[in-house]
């Protein structure tokens, strides 16, 4: 007798996928195949496998083919081609569904010339060029799509304004009409919309520098479904903090040009070159009006935009610190439509950012007044509510954080009142913005310079703060919210006194403002993403409970309610009493909180220190504790999911705003690095751009299932959540198998339990104790041994093929071999998967260890 629970549990998974989901009904024309391989790699399922052939005589496959990855970057013109069905980000070639003849245009010019010898008379000659142009539409995949972020002619990257006429794109919606131009040809009535369909039409493309022939297209297109589950970031999320607030035309939205010459008696001299600054995409609009379209994509419930500019503080010492408007450079260009001027000081009379010991400039410069309030009018003309949040910059190298600011209490009101002090920079944008905007920051994270005392009790800059706010007050009237947005550890208390409770209970002071970056967790990155953890990090542990003593962290000490700095509901329900018994001007629960920033890095141990921003050029730039330095966007979302349901209907806190959306495109920033510097810090990054909006492997698999004809209800996806890059299916397939392709790269697991199908990531699974019931009996059969003919087909390398996200999605593979094996198998698996090259390389390594 033998037991065989191995093999059974494969067919098990097999009879599941008919009778519980039916993933056999043929949406993908192939059905399920009547025996299921695991293409997990788990050691389990190659044992199963081996099980299977030795008993009932099933070969064992050592090769696993998906569809042939080249064939995506083809373009084609015929009948009968797979609509391509794609999630995430993919780059794909289309198929030509209609398209008129080449037209020919020639141009002929006339060139005259002189006689010879002193002849006068003059020759005539013409000169007649040709170019060709072609009017078509070409379909790309199913809809709806996302966008089409970038288009390729025979591999170049092209703006496809410059060479066309007009060029419309059709999402593939169910409401689309009919294209315009093709009517023009076909007549009224007489052309189908192809609803469902992503398309492109292009009039009159100009294709005489492809060699007067149609080049291969291909684009870059972004599908991600709106989730369905109300508790995704994406539809959590209601308010954001928009970025980077340097950059002299960044917020524009309107289209500026660099043109290049010199003065001569006040009059400019143009030499040819031009440089287009702030439309660097293919939709041919002002770059933050790209950002503005992806970001409504992203959050469809978005209500309220805090919007940050930059002026640049010149010293950590107040006795020396100025703030100024600053730009990039200054002689030889000149910019139109018109030139930059921030508070009437214009491009010859500022001064221009630091720069590097390589000349390069530590920061973008000041936005123009006119970019802000282009951007402010845009903003409101797309319904959201405005956060001004005018924030200094230390312009010296390092890079030095705000905070640091300090100096001795008398020198604190020169530093808010003279020429060029505090209070101009923030008074300038109170008047530029008076009646524009719902909310006003006059500060932020100043919490050395706040913390500055006489030592009599008197906080000096507190006081200044004070006045400030009523000096805005009176400019902004009484509809505009004013706040200060305090440090998560300046809020508080220091040494037992309450040192801003006297600017909280400020009558011009509207709510209280938190930057929001509390440690939530102390420990290594929990590999389960469990959010219930983090959830409960909230109202527990560091800054709750106890404090750290030492600067080594090793010792802790317990916390008294009235000092935990994490404790925001007891701070915010109760009256505030100083050493000495001494009760503050506090009122309890007499104004809401603001979170005027909170976020995460991507990167693993985000939660332990939201607070540290990765940036290796900065003195303040790290990673967290706990953290070994991976990118890790599901670090980063876990944090942002679990503090917006923790908030969610709070009483207290009125208002989140997540850090940080750039205003410069994804994914032309930060993949264009030409063109911007900081790109390489936005993966471990605050930001969300490109990270947040990403597609996610257990909805790719509700989707699959669901066009299957199977209910949501039937499957049990929650433990399958990962980040999907990319996924094309362009090739007929059977549903199961598109879910194993999954399932491999992933490394998730499938089960059948409570009449459900349930996927979990390996490792998520609790351990079940099998008994002797469990195993079937097989009569007069030899007990079961491992061969070493099994062994053999046991795979001693893994060739992991997938389209690389950071080389072009070209195709790329990654591999993983056990040395000096006595045999040599080798597993190979192309799959049709976008991903991050060392994800990849992670996967390869782990589908290897699984299979041993």
Not at 473 to 497: F, L, N, P, Q, R
Not at 790 to 801: G, H, Q, R
């Amino acid at each position: 007798m033998t037991t065989s629970i191995l093999g059974s549990t494969g067919r098990s998974f097999g009879s599941a996928l008919t009778n519980v989901s039916g993933l056999d009904s043929l949406p993908f024309t192939q059905g399920v195949s009547s025996r299921i391989s695991s293409l997990t790699g788990s050691a389990f399922g190659r044992i199963g496998r081996s099980l299977d052939s030795e008993i009932f005589g099933v070969d064992d496959i050592n090769y696993i083919r998906g569809p042939r990855l080249l064939d995506l970057n083809i373009q084609t013109s015929s009948y009968g081609e797979t609509i391509p069905i794609i999630f995430g980000r993919v780059k794909i070639a289309g198929n030509i569904i209609w398209a008129k003849p080449i037209k020919e245009f020639a141009n002929t010019t006339q060139i005259s010339s002189g006689g010879k010898g002193g002849d006068v008379r003059q020759t005539a000659k013409s000169e007649t060029r040709f170019s060709y142009f072609v009017t078509f539409a070409v379909a790309l995949c199913e809809g709806e799509i996302s966008s089409i972020d970038k288009f390729y002619a025979n591999g170049k990257l092209i703006n496809p304004q410059s060479y066309c006429t007009q060029f419309n794109i059709y999402k593939g919606t169910e409401t689309q009409n009919a294209d315009p131009i093709i009517e023009i040809y076909e007549g009224a009535d007489k052309v189908t919309a192809y609803r469902g369909l992503c398309y492109i039409v292009f009039e009159d493309f100009n294709i005489t520098e492809f060699g007067n022939r149609l080049p291969n297209f291909t684009f870059e297109v972004t599908r991600v479904n709106r989730s369905l589950n109300p508790n995704s970031a994406e539809n959590l999320v209601k308010q954001i903090t928009l970025i980077p607030g340097s950059g002299e035309f960044v917020y524009d939205t309107e289209i500026k040009t660099k043109t290049y010459g010199y003065d001569v008696a006040g009059k400019w001299i143009e030499n040819r070159r031009r440089d287009v600054i702030n439309m660097n995409n293919a939709s041919g609009i002002a770059d933050v009006k790209v950002a503005l379209d992806n970001l409504k994509e992203t959050f469809p419930n978005l209500e309220y935009i805090s919007l940050v500019v930059n002026w640049f503080a010149s010293s950590l010492d107040i006795v020396n610190c100025t703030f100024e408007p600053k730009v990039e450079y200054k002689e030889g260009t000149k910019v139109i439509p018109n030139e930059w001027s921030v508070a009437g000081i214009t491009r010859e009379a500022a001064n221009e950012v630091s720069r590097d010991e390589n000349d390069n400039i530590l920061y973008g410069g000041t936005p123009s007044d006119d970019s802000v309030l282009s951007l402010i009018n845009e903003l409101k003309d797309r319904g959201y509510k405005i956060l001004f949040y005018p924030m200094p910059l230390v312009d010296v190298v390092g890079k030095p954080w705000r905070g640091w600011i300090i100096g001795d209490h008398t020198e604190v009101a020169d530093f808010f009142n003279r020429t060029n002090g505090y209070n101009n920079f923030i008074l300038h944008y109170a008047n530029l913005t008076e009646g524009l905007v719902d909310a006003f920051l006059i500060g932020s994270e100043l919490k050395s310079l706040t913390s500055i005392n006489n030592g009599s009790g008197v906080y000096p800059a507190v006081d200044e703060f004070i006045d400030l706010a009523d000096q805005v007050k009176t400019i902004m009237g009484s509809t505009t919210k004013i706040s200060y947005a305090a440090d998560w550890s300046e809020y508080h208390s220091k040494d037992g006194i309450y040192y801003m409770d006297k600017l909280w209970a400020d009558e011009n002071i509207d709510f209280v403002g938190i930057d929001a970056y509390f440690p939530i967790l102390d420990e290594p990155q929990d590999p389960t993403y469990n959010k219930q953890n983090v959830i409960n990090g909230w109202q527990s542990g560091e800054g709750y409970d106890w404090y750290y003593t030492n600067p080594e962290r090793t010792i802790k000490a317990n916390l008294s309610a009235a000092y935990a700095w994490k404790n925001i509901e007891y701070w915010w329900s109760n009256y505030h009493y100083n050493l000495g018994a001494v009760q503050t001007d506090w009122v309890p629960q007499s104004k809401k909180i603001w979170f005027t920033e909170y976020g995460f890095p991507a990167v693993d141990g985000a939660l332990n220190q939201p607070n540290i921003f990765y940036n290796p050029e900065a003195n303040d730039g790290g990673l967290p504790y706990h953290s070994k330095g991976y990118t890790d966007f599901l670090a980063q979302r876990l944090g942002i999911e679990a503090t917006e349901e923790f908030w969610l209907g709070s009483e207290m806190i009125e208002k989140k705003f997540l850090w940080a959306y750039d205003a410069r495109p994804y994914p032309y920033w930060p993949e264009l690095k030409e063109v911007w510097a900081d790109g390489n810090v936005w993966a471990k990054g605050h930001w969300v751009n490109g990270k947040l909006g990403s597609a996610f492997v257990d909805e790719a698999i509700l989707e699959i299932a669901n066009k299957c004809g199977i209910t949501s209800e039937k499957l049990d996806t929650n433990n399958a959540r990962q980040v999907l890059d990319g996924f094309v299916i362009n090739t007929s397939s059977s549903a199961e198998k598109l879910i194993e392709y999954l399932q491999t790269a992933f490394l998730i697991d499938r089960i059948e339990t409570e009449n459900k199908l349930k996927f979990r990531i390996k490792g998520k699974e609790n351990i079940i104790e099998i008994s002797e019931d469990d195993f079937a009996e097989i009569e007069n059969f030899v007990e079961y041994k491992m061969s070493e003919k099994a062994y053999s087909k046991i795979p001693t390398e893994i060739i992991f093929n997938y389209i690389s996200k950071e080389n072009s999605f070209l195709v790329s593979n990654q591999k993983s071999r056990i040395e000096n094996s006595e045999f040599d198998t080798k597993l190979e698996i192309s799959l049709p998967l976008v991903m991050n090259d060392i994800i990849a390389k992670n996967t390869a390594i782990t589908i290897l260890s699984e299979e041993h």
